[in-house]
T-cell receptor
Framework: AQTVTQSQPEMSVQEAETVTLSCTYD???????LFWYKQPPSRQMILVIR??????QNATENRFSVNFQKAAKSFSLKISDSQLGDTAMYFC????????????FGKGTRLSVIA | DAGVIQSPRHEVTEMGQEVTLRCKPI?????LFWYRQTMMRGLELLIY????????DSGMPEDRFSAKMPNASFSTLKIQPSEPRDSAVYFC?????????????FGPGTRLTVL
């Protein structure tokens, strides 16, 4: 079974600053995907960024980037130039790369961006 | 595209009552997932279907919970009888059959309160 751990229940950052959210996972799978989801107060789940485990290059999406360390089973999210709209819960998630399989989520990190 | 549709958005009921949550996946998607979100346990998979067939229901808490997918465009999650500990946000998600990565698209969730 896979597990995903987010060790930071809450974090805060000043507007325009950079913040890094941590995530570790445990799996015996070799082929998988990792994700970061954002859940604003509206509670809609929004996909922020995706990483394929077989790719060494870290994924980036505008102000969002990841640091993927496969051997260490670590997958952190860096948000640059933080904006007030980034205030949300952030979930790290794992999915096996074998057809349509479920997501396994961490408990989440509540991020507050302060003006 | 309307996205994944869930109804109702909010449900308040009394302990012992039957509750039915509904989900309409995105047209053409062949996998459907039911997740539950609570403060204590975070986001957890309850059950998922591929091509209308239940694949894994190991996350269903107990016999009070049941899920059906009578056709490709509709699924229900039923709780009978409901208990206060069932209070949570229930998400439905669907994904498209493709080789490799299949993004899961989430509905807006149903917030259930059992008094």
């Amino acid at each position: 079974a896979q597990t995903v751990t987010q060790s930071q229940p809450e974090m805060s950052v000043q507007e325009a600053e950079t913040v890094t959210l941590s995530c570790t996972y445990d799996t015996s799978e070799n082929n998988y995907y990792l994700f970061w989801y954002k859940q604003p107060p509206s509670r809609q789940m929004i996909l922020v960024i995706r990483q394929e485990a077989y790719k060494q290059q870290n994924a980036t999406e505008n102000r969002f980037s990841v640091n993927f360390q496969k051997a260490a089973k670590s997958f952190s999210l860096k948000i640059s130039d933080s904006q007030l709209g980034d205030t949300a819960m952030y979930f790290c998630a794992f999915m096996k790369r074998s057809g349509n399989t479920p997501l396994v989520f961490g408990k989440g990190t509540r991020l507050s961006v302060i003006a | 595209d309307a996205g994944v549709i869930q109804s109702p958005r909010h449900e308040v009921t009394e302990m012992g009552q039957e509750v039915t949550l509904r989900c309409k996946p995105i047209s053409g998607h062949n996998s459907l997932f039911w997740y539950r979100q609570t403060m204590m346990r975070g986001l957890e998979l309850l059950i998922y279907f591929n091509n209308n067939v239940p694949i894994d229901d190991s996350g269903m808490p107990e016999d009070r919970f049941s899920a059906k997918m009578p056709n490709a465009s509709f699924s229900t999650l039923k709780i009978q009888p409901s208990e206060p500990r069932d209070s949570a946000v229930y998400f439905c998600a669907s994904s498209f059959p493709a080789i490799g990565y299949n993004e899961q698209f989430f509905g807006p969730g149903t917030r259930l309160t059992v008094l």
